[in-house]
């Protein structure tokens, strides 16, 4: 048993403010079952999790992820569940938490991230401040996006060198988004020296490298919050 099981595990979770789909008037946000499966790992694992956000106050779900075939265990148990509903409807202020209180850090999807957790300061210095304090720090789908302006210590780019996921340039392509997004999260990734993998189209497909941990789809949401939970027994 390592440190962290001594006393209770802290994993900070941090939602997009926006729900604006660039110019094209369309709504997104963040996607459900992305917050859902890695809330309960966590809170199953025994851990406090903290819910916040760049404005704090109400994070906007994207209400594609509302649709019936995106529905999940974790979703419909996240419906019936106020606490957890409580805590997305009063997300904390993002740059009000000290890093140093926590643990874990995980950035859920959805579009949103990709327009302000991707360059909002707070964000860039939390994950930095996780990552290079050995912590774990854990993402899936568009959610990755929040790493293409981070560094490591040295200056490199964060994910330099390491192995990631995200979601793809194809699946972007299938859901038809390819031209809206602000950047292509696998271009950024390789122009910033990570060694990209993926499995097939919306397979669900979770890697890690360390303590950097990726999910490539909403089907990987659980993989990757399960590999963070493993990854913490060990320490």
Request: hydrophobic share 35%; glycine share 12%; with cysteine.
């Amino acid at each position: 048993s390592g440190t962290l099981t001594k006393t209770m595990v802290k994993a900070l979770i941090v939602l997009t403010s926006n729900n604006q789909l660039g110019d094209t008037g369309k709504e997104t946000g963040f996607w459900l079952e992305e917050f859902a499966a890695p809330y309960y790992k966590f809170v199953d694992a025994g851990y406090e999790v903290t819910v916040v956000s760049p404005a704090g106050g109400e994070a906007p779900v994207d209400a594609g992820s509302l649709q019936e075939q995106f529905l999940t265990e974790e979703t419909k148990r996240y419906e019936q569940d106020q606490v957890a509903k409580n805590a997305v409807l009063n997300t904390g202020v993002l740059s009000e938490v000290n890093p140093d209180d926590y643990d874990i850090l995980f950035y859920p999807g959805g579009h949103g991230p990709l327009y302000d957790l991707a360059t909002d300061e707070n964000s860039i210095a939390a994950i930095e401040s996780f990552y290079n304090a050995g912590k774990p720090v854990g993402t899936v789908c568009h959610g990755p996006g929040v790493l293409v302006n981070a560094k490591k210590a040295n200056g490199e780019p964060l994910v330099n060198g390491l192995q990631v996921t995200g979601f793809t340039n194809s699946e972007e392509v299938l859901v038809g988004l390819q031209d809206v997004v602000p950047f292509s999260l696998e271009d950024e990734f390789v122009k910033n020296g990570g060694k990209f993998v993926r499995a097939g189209d919306f397979e669900g497909f979770s890697t890690s490298d360390g303590h950097l941990f990726t999910g490539q789809n909403p089907a990987s949401s659980a993989l990757v919050a399960n590999d963070i939970v493993e990854y913490v027994k060990n320490l």
